[in-house]
């Protein structure tokens, strides 16, 4: 049992409340309590200044529990053959592997992740968006060049179908799908801008397009 975890599992029965109360108090499983509890996971300090709001007393610092358990794997290791590296890098992994998600990188038929990157959960989101709706796209051309996205640059995107205005978006249009730049005409008209060298806008039906995502952000390909 994890310092944190004991922490917890003594004030809660302190006050009288059952892991069921606490789990539906902090939004979360029975079991997940109880795997707190027990120090079979690490959770991170948002969590931590949940429970510690919820229960009414203050809880240690994650840290501080972090920091005995790889001391405990160092002394250990001791008397262990195996490489020490190899067991404090298992302890990192454990404890960072709640909160660094793996956000899938498409192409923009989204049909399969062509790889990953790790990106950090705060109270279940990531950058602000639900975990099930954040990607990122693999830009496949330079259609998007006067707006400083290239081929090949990673952009970091959420799953929508709202028309926002003067967003960059995954469109729809027809049988192909491309990032452009959507500006508002009216309730029944938008305009695609792209830019490659040169600017090019494409008025077309409200009906006509389907919005897949709107690009938050690029990180910049060198």
Same mark, same amino acid.
């Given at each position: 049992?994890?310092?944190?975890?004991?922490?917890?599992?003594?004030?809660?029965?302190?006050?009288?409340?059952? /892991?069921?109360?606490?789990?539906? !108090? @902090?939004?979360?499983?029975?079991? =997940?309590?109880?795997?707190?509890? &027990?120090?079979?996971?690490?959770?991170? /300090?948002? @969590?931590?200044?949940?429970?510690? $709001?919820? @229960?009414? $007393?203050?809880? &240690?610092? %994650?840290?501080?529990?972090?920091?005995? /358990?790889?001391?405990?794997?160092?002394?250990?290791?001791?008397?262990? %053959?195996?490489?020490?590296? #190899?067991?404090?890098?298992?302890?990192?992994?454990?404890?960072?592997?709640?909160?660094? $998600?793996?956000?899938?990188?498409?192409?923009? &038929?989204?049909?399969?992740?062509?790889?990953?990157?790790?990106?950090?959960?705060?109270?279940?989101?990531?950058?602000?968006?639900?975990?099930?709706?954040?990607?990122? @796209?693999?830009?496949?051309?330079?259609?998007?060049?006067?707006?400083?996205?290239?081929?090949?640059?990673?952009? =970091?995107?959420?799953?929508?179908?709202?028309?926002?205005?003067?967003?960059?978006?995954?469109? #729809?249009?027809?049988? #192909?799908?491309?990032?452009?730049?959507? $500006?508002?005409?009216?309730?029944? !008209?938008?305009?695609?801008?792209? &830019? !490659?060298?040169?600017?090019?806008?494409?008025?077309?039906?409200?009906?006509?397009?389907? %919005?897949?995502?709107?690009?938050?952000?690029?990180?910049?390909?060198?």
């Amino acid at each position: 049992m994890s310092r944190v975890g004991e922490k917890i599992k003594s004030i809660r029965n302190d006050i009288g409340m059952s /892991q069921k109360q606490l789990s539906k !108090k @902090l939004g979360v499983s029975e079991s =997940f309590v109880n795997e707190v509890e &027990n120090g079979r996971k690490i959770i991170n /300090q948002n @969590l931590i200044d949940k429970i510690s $709001k919820v @229960l009414g $007393k203050d809880i &240690n610092d %994650i840290t501080m529990s972090f920091e005995e /358990q790889v001391y405990e794997e160092e002394k250990n290791k001791k008397y262990s %053959i195996e490489p020490k590296k #190899e067991k404090v890098k298992d302890v990192w992994n454990e404890a960072f592997g709640s909160v660094l $998600k793996n956000v899938p990188i498409y192409e923009y &038929n989204l049909q399969k992740a062509i790889a990953f990157k790790q990106l950090p959960l705060i109270n279940n989101k990531i950058d602000g968006y639900s975990q099930d709706k954040v990607f990122y @796209l693999q830009i496949e051309d330079d259609d998007m060049l006067g707006f400083r996205i290239s081929k090949g640059d990673l952009a =970091f995107a959420h799953s929508t179908h709202e028309i926002e205005n003067n967003s960059i978006c995954l469109v #729809e249009h027809g049988s #192909e799908r491309v990032i452009r730049q959507i $500006k508002k005409l009216d309730n029944s !008209k938008v305009l695609l801008i792209s &830019n !490659k060298g040169s600017f090019r806008t494409e008025t077309v039906e409200i009906k006509e397009i389907n %919005i897949i995502a709107k690009l938050d952000r690029v990180e910049i390909k060198l």
